[in-house]
């Protein structure tokens, strides 16, 4: 092409086209409709499903609330604008250097936590969480994680609080996570499937703008490598991909409200939490979902 035919040539008027994950969006009480979803996920038949109304609005509102009144202490800084209540596995991981004995201390103290929590933040969260994925389980029991040598439980879930600003989550996928925490993925792994390992969680209170939730068009079955930057991929054959570039990647956004709840392919799909913008923080709460070995039981932990 001429150069002047090249600066006549017309950007094509149409925006990139999204990605086609394919998301069942219903309330929660159509979920009765969808007894093998957790299969269909599995099998990717389906990439995932955003429930609306799991919980209500006052029920989320009390979760944020007795958040914010947990002592600044307990909730533990990732950094200036990430908040985990209770401590991430990520923490746990880098500071425990594999001894059994601080491994058992996370998994009581995680039990003690989730003990108290019907009273101290007012709400059944597990419970509920139970109930919503036993109606998409395929007939499997939906229990938490024993921790090491059977002594406490995973977390189930942790809540997580995005500043605005500078919150977001950059790029990455949950299989992305195995090999950079060995202690937790080794002990988890003796009795689940983390591989493909689901990612789930409750939209608490979003922010003003930004914070969605972004699917990219790249799956960890091709792409298993973040360069440096952390928003460009690189697939098994050394070709790259800017995550900036609306029109080499498209993606799938979704906005879920309070108390509506996403479930996905978060092991395979490369997915990323919007920067936050304006002045309220964003909160969730949720975790990720494994299979057990026999593939009787689904897992929930954080
Ligand atoms: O928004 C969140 O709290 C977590 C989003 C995410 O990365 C996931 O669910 O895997
Ligand atoms: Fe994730």
């Known amino acids: 092409m001429t ?15 999204s990605a086609d994950y394919n998301f069942v969006e219903i309330h929660a009480s159509q979920l009765d409709d ?60 880098q500071n425990s250097h594999n001894s059994r004995e601080l491994l058992k201390e996370y998994y009581q103290e995680a039990e003690r936590f989730w003990k108290e929590f019907p009273e101290r933040f007012g709400v059944d969260f597990v419970g509920r969480i139970k109930d919503t994925l036993a109606k998409i389980g395929d007939g499997r029991a939906i229990e938490i994680p024993k921790g090491v040598d059977g002594e406490g439980i995973y977390n189930p879930a942790t809540i997580k609080e995005l500043k605005p600003g500078k919150g977001e989550l950059k790029a990455h ?30 939209m608490l209170s979003p922010p003003e703008s930004g ?59 490369w997915h990323k939490v919007e920067f936050i913008e304006g002045s309220k923080s964003r909160f969730t709460i949720g975790g990720f979902m494994s299979r057990s070995k026999d593939d009787k039981t689904l897992y929930f932990w954080s």
């Open 3 to 17: 150069l002047l035919k090249r600066l006549f040539k017309k950007k094509p008027a149409v925006a990139p086209r």
């Open 173 to 202: 996928c949950g299989n992305l996570f195995h090999k950079e925490f060995p202690t937790f993925f080794g002990h988890l792994m003796e009795t689940s499937v983390i591989h493909n390992q689901m990612s789930y969680f409750i």
């Open 211 to 269: 914070g969605e939730l972004t699917l990219y068009d790249i799956e960890w079955d091709n792409v298993q490598k973040r360069l440096h930057g952390d928003t460009v991929l690189e697939d098994m054959q050394g070709n790259t991909y800017d995550l900036l570039d609306e029109r080499q990647v498209t993606r799938k956004k979704l906005a879920p409200g309070p108390g509506d709840m996403i479930t996905f392919a978060g092991g395979q799909i």
């Open 34 to 93: 969808y007894k093998d979803g957790i299969t269909k996920i599995k099998n990717r038949e389906i990439d995932g499903f955003l429930v609306r109304n799991v919980f209500s609005k006052e029920e989320v509102d009390k979760i944020t609330k007795a958040f914010l009144a947990t002592p600044i202490e307990e909730r533990r800084k990732i950094n200036d604008w990430l908040y985990f209540l209770p401590q991430a596995f990520a923490q746990l991981d």
